[in-house]
Structure formats: C-alpha cells, structure tokens
C-alpha cells in the first residue's frame, strides 16, 4: 500500500490547508512553529471530558513552547453539549483571556467537538484561525474535512452553522485504539456512505477486508480512512460551500438518519443513525428502480451483519419520524433533496421522495 503522510485541500487552484497523518501527535509542534513564528500568538484547546482525559496533557506539554499563552476549554462530553449555551461559554472564556484574531483554537475530540469548536472560530470577532485535531473515526473520515462548522438548535440537528475552513487537519492514526467498539462502528457510518457515493472499489475492499477493520489492523485503517479523505476532498474542492449540488452527496443516509437521531432523543449515536439511514435510503433507491435488490441485500448484510446496529423500538411513530425530515436544512420547500444510489458507488439527488417512500422504507427496515 502506498501511503501518503499529508493530503492537501485546494480551493480554485490555490492550497488551503493539509490533512496530516502521524502516528502520535509529535508533528503538532512543527506547525505550532511555522504557524506562530514569532511566539506572540495565545492557543485555546477545546475538547470534551473524556477525550480531554486521555490527550489534553499530551497536546498541553507540545504546545507550551510554541504560544505565549495555552489554555483549555473542556466541555460535558455529549451531543447534548452541541448547542449555544456551551458557544457562549466559550465566547466568554476567549474574551476573558483577551484572545484577539490572530489567536488560534484547536478542537480536540470528535464531530460534536470540531463542529462546536469550529463554529466558534467563524463567529468569534468574524472568525479567527483553528485546527481540527479528530480522535474519533467519524471525524477522521468526515466531521473534521470541509469546513462545515455547527451546532444543533433545539432538537434541530446542526440548524445553526457556517463554513469556516481550518488551518491543518492532523490525524494520529493512534487514538482510533481508545475508541470504544461503539464509537468505532459510528465511524464506520460515515466510512460505507463516502463508498457507497463516489467509490465502488472502496466499498467491495472494505466487505472483503471487514475483519482485519474489526481488529484495528493499523494498515487496513490507514487505507480506509485515507481512502475516504480523498473522496471527501474530492467533493468539497468542487463545491466547498454547497451551491452546486456536489456536496449534498455527502448527505447519503442523513435526511431519514437526522430524523431518527432527532426522534430517539439522541440516544443513538449519529453514525449508528446514518448506517440505518443509508439502508433506508437503498430501500428508496431500489423502488425508484436505481438500485437492484441484490446490491440492497449485500449493503444491507454488510451493515446490519457487522456494524452493531441498536434496535428500533418497534412501537416507534414512523410519521412523526418522516415529519422531521421537512424541518432539515436540507428540505427546499415542500421537497427535500433526497440523495439516492444510482448502483453502488454513484449517489444521485432526487427531490422526488414523498413521505409515503419514507414511511415504506421504515416498515421495509423493521419487518427485516
């Protein structure tokens, strides 16, 4: 396998930021270096508290050389932390350590730590410098890449939001092995979407290679998860802030996935959501007639077979559930861009799903 150490993002033409790949987080204190030359610049390490537990020392001894001062925000760990409230205790920690624009914030942890993080350095002083540090396999592979920035409003999944593109992305391939099975198989949400959109090889790789991925196999993961920074990349260089239609793809599984996240009162994981929801929306894709029942039964089998999916209630409210998709921000009127599979690997926009499709791919899931 080849393995490139960085992947750089390019936005017409001209190199925004890299994503690097190490094994520990030494190589933070190289950026840290090039980045604040002079020494006169504060750093802010924003990170949840169980993530903050294992790394934060870590991240504190590299950056106390490189800032004129470091601190850290540690927030409740949770989506339930993904809100204003916990922006607005940030704000008030910034102003009170007099951060300026030319400081710079580090969002330590998972999606729900990047998103909050990130949305905080666009509207902090009309945006200031951050970096996304992902620990999780979701946010190696998603959250952290394309500068989409936010934080649930209400019961609203990501309702509040802005594109804020980082300085660096760093992933160390090693906090994958903190992560609890859980965790990791939420990741592997967002991993069988970016195949199931854009790359068809991919997908079959990761069928074939799904038990050296269950036991953490350092190389089979550093493809993978590479693999998927490509795609993503891909996508949002084409359409960095969503205006032409090239990045919705990335919401394949989402739509009906948010709905189910929503309704469950987040009780299950986002990734375990977006699993189920890229299911359903097979479902959907096969009775537009895209997608053949043999390629629905093999996504299905991989998912359901190997991504520890909790179980639906049975006596869920199917219709309140679809109801939620028309408050999504991604509902345009009365329609709803829904993304379906046009066969394995090729995602299509189709803003022709009515609810009664949404309603029949629930009872199809829960019959199964």
Same mark, same amino acid.
């Given at each position: ?16 930021? +890299?994503?690097?790949? !190490? ?7 190289? &950026?840290? *270096?090039?980045? #604040?030359?002079?020494? $006169? ?98 946010? +190696?592979?998603?959250? !952290? ?7 649930? &409003?209400? *019961?609203?999944? #990501?309702?509040?939001? $802005? ?206």
């Amino acid at each position: 396998m080849s393995f490139n150490k960085s992947l750089p993002i390019y936005f017409e033409g001209n190199k925004i930021y +890299d994503i690097v790949y !190490s094994d520990s987080f030494s190589e933070l204190e190289v &950026f840290f *270096k090039s980045y #604040n030359s002079e020494n $006169a610049r504060k750093l802010c390490i924003v990170s949840d508290s169980k993530v903050a537990s294992y790394y934060m020392d870590a991240i504190l001894d590299i950056a106390k050389n490189s800032f004129s001062n470091v601190i850290s925000y540690v927030f409740p760990e949770g989506e339930e932390s993904k809100n204003l409230d916990t922006v607005k205790d940030l704000y008030v920690k910034l102003i009170e350590e007099h951060f300026t624009r030319k400081d710079l914030l580090l969002a330590l942890g998972g999606g729900v730590t990047g998103d909050m993080c990130g949305y905080t350095a666009a509207t902090y002083l009309r945006g200031i410098d951050f970096i996304q540090v992902p620990t999780s396999l979701l946010a +190696d592979v998603d959250s !952290s890449i394309g500068g989409k920035t936010g934080v649930d &409003f209400e *019961k609203y999944k #990501n309702m509040v939001g $802005a594109f804020h593109m980082p300085k660096l992305v760093y992933i160390n391939m090693s906090t994958i092995s903190s992560l609890d099975k859980r965790q990791f198989y939420s990741g592997m949400g967002e991993v069988i979407k970016s195949a199931l959109i854009k790359d068809k090889e991919l997908y079959y790789w990761i069928r074939d290679n799904i038990s050296s991925l269950d036991s953490l196999s350092s190389e089979s993961l550093e493809y993978m998860i590479y693999k998927c920074n490509i795609i993503k990349k891909n996508v949002v260089e084409q359409d960095p802030h969503e205006t032409k239609g090239e990045r919705a793809l990335l919401n394949y599984g989402h739509t009906l996935g948010h709905a189910l996240e929503k309704y469950m009162n987040f009780e299950f994981l986002h990734g375990e959501c977006v699993s189920i929801g890229c299911i359903l929306a097979a479902y959907i894709s096969r009775d537009k007639g895209l997608l053949s029942e043999a390629d629905v039964q093999d996504i299905e089998g991989l998912i359901r077979e190997h991504f520890n999916l909790p179980d639906i209630p049975k006596n869920i409210d199917i219709k309140e559930i679809v109801k939620f998709t028309h408050n999504d921000k991604k509902a345009e009127g009365n329609s709803i861009k829904f993304i379906l599979l046009d066969g394995i690997g090729n995602a299509v926009i189709n803003t022709e799903v009515s609810d009664a499709d949404m309603e029949k791919a629930f009872k199809d899931y829960l019959e199964r």
